[in-house]
């Protein structure tokens, strides 16, 4: 299971901007440890979060339980317990872009149509994250 976990972390919301969209704001976080920092767009309809709050962030690239690889869409599986059923705010993007950061940082750029995650840390952090389709997992 650990393999399909690409990177998890625990964030404070510090900044939210609502203005450009409706229903979608975006959120500006910082992690515990204050090494990683993200800029996220939600769905504020489906997830109203406000500033100050605490969010653990999960990306992985499959939702099954047991780590392999999806064989089907994640709406077809209706029957079947998922990692989805664990979080309460799943999306589903590509890691598309990476650039270099200040020091051992990098940038890390993901689509969840057109919903934007960008997220700045330690290359040691982030490093297991790839050009690849990942899963976007949020709670409290």
């Known amino acids: 299971m650990a393999d399909s976990q690409l990177y998890e972390d625990s964030f404070t919301v510090t900044g939210l901007n609502a203005q450009k969209y409706d229903r979608v704001t975006r959120i500006t976080a910082s992690s515990t440890d204050s090494t990683t920092l993200l800029t996220l767009d939600i769905n504020s309809e489906l997830y109203p979060i406000q500033t100050g709050e605490h969010v653990q962030l999960l990306l992985a690239s499959t939702l099954n339980l047991d780590g392999t ?10 029957d079947e317990s998922t990692l989805a059923d664990l979080w309460d705010y799943v999306c589903y993007g590509k890691v598309y872009r990476f ?4 020091g051992e940082n990098i940038k890390v750029f993901i689509s969840f149509g057109g919903l ?22 949020l709670k409290r």
């Open 69 to 78: 690889k999806d064989e089907r869409g994640w709406r077809d599986r209706r």
């Open 99 to 102: 650039e270099e950061g200040e």
């Open 116 to 137: 934007l995650l960008y997220i700045e840390g330690p290359y040691k952090k982030l490093t297991p994250l790839r050009i690849d389709y990942v899963y976007l997992l």
